[in-house]
């Protein structure tokens, strides 16, 4: 997803955290948290999780 995003870690160390920026399932992660709980989430949070959600919309009902 990252790579979608056309992101480097250390972009995302730099915009979302140093753990987030460790594998994309960390960032994924890092971005929903931010997404749930900040009332002012960053950009880069809210784009990954709109890639995820486009993601996965886009595989429900497909078999992996």
Known sequence: ALNNLSLSRKDVAKELSKYGATNSAE??????????????PRRLALEIVKEYAKLKQ????KRC
Not at 27 to 40: D, F, G, H, K, Q
Not at 58 to 61: A, D, K, Q, V
């Open 27 to 40: 960032a994924l992660a890092e971005a929903i948290s931010e997404v749930n709980t900040s009332s002012r």
């Open 58 to 61: 886009e595989t429900e009902g």
